[in-house]
Antibody
Framework: QVQLVQSGAEVKKPGASVKVSCKAS????????IHWVRQAPGQGLEWMGR????????NYAQKFQDRVTMTRDTSINTAYMELSRLRSDDTVVYYC?????????????WGQGTLVTVSS | DIVMTQSPDSLAVSLGERATINCKSS????????????LAWYQQKPGQPPKLLIY???TRESGVPDRFSGSGSGTDFTLTISSLQAEDVAVYYC??????????FGGGTKVEIK
């Protein structure tokens, strides 16, 4: 079955960077876009961007354009999201999610989430 | 960006009764060339990631119980739970994917048992 397994929780200082991984299994990794979505505690969902694992091409939300980098390693079926210049309001849960094949850009499988805490 | 507005923010429904959640987009998410509404619904239980329930506004994801249904077109959409079960307690989100490079979600509706 389709599975996305994310790396564990992180604690970072303001101004630092964090890199979250998302390991895919149960399907052809290069066949589906991977999106990154974040969620502040008790708040709604915010789209950060997506990566095409086949080409490596990326599209980022304007809000994160200058701070986020999404990459992938097809040899280990893993996508990465790196966020730089961390601030306290980046203390949220980060999710990776797979874009469906026949369902447009709806997200049919999600990772378990990675909590990133930014604190001095 | 397309703004998605959900209502109500929360609702309490008795077991076995109907729950209705509304979602309004700031512009139409109906793509005229294929007559599809680029609208999805998700369910999120505490401590879990969101789960896709509905896409193309009314197509149920595989394995989703048929008490969940989606309707609407253009800018106004509804998620209906026909007979609320205890396991349906969750927060529900709508999402538009009309603008593929700027996905946006509604603010969420919390469903509880009355």
């Amino acid at each position: 079955q389709v599975q996305l397994v994310q790396s564990g929780a992180e604690v970072k200082k303001p101004g630092a960077s964090v890199k979250v991984s998302c390991k895919a299994s149960g399907y052809t990794f290069t066949g589906y876009y991977i999106h990154w979505v974040r969620q502040a505690p008790g708040q709604g969902l915010e789209w950060m961007g997506r990566i095409n694992p086949n080409s490596g091409g990326t599209n980022y939300a304007q809000k994160f354009q200058d701070r986020v980098t999404m990459t992938r390693d097809t040899s280990i079926n893993t996508a990465y999201m790196e966020l730089s210049r961390l601030r306290s309001d980046d203390t949220v849960v980060y999710y990776c999610a797979r874009e469906g094949s026949n369902s447009g850009s709806s997200l049919d499988s999600w990772g378990q989430g990675t909590l990133v805490t930014v604190s001095s | 960006d397309i703004v998605m507005t959900q209502s109500p923010d929360s609702l309490a429904v008795s077991l076995g009764e109907r729950a209705t959640i509304n979602c309004k987009s700031s512009q139409s998410v109906l793509f005229n060339s294929n007559n599809k509404n680029y609208l999805a619904w998700y369910q999120q239980k505490p401590g879990q990631p969101p789960k896709l329930l509905i896409y193309w506004a009314s197509t149920r994801e595989s394995g989703v119980p048929d008490r969940f249904s989606g309707s609407g077109s253009g800018t106004d959409f509804t998620l209906t739970i026909s007979s609320l079960q205890a396991e349906d307690v969750a927060v529900y989100y709508c999402q538009q994917y009309y603008t593929t490079l700027a996905l946006t979600f509604g603010g969420g509706t919390k469903v509880e048992i009355k």
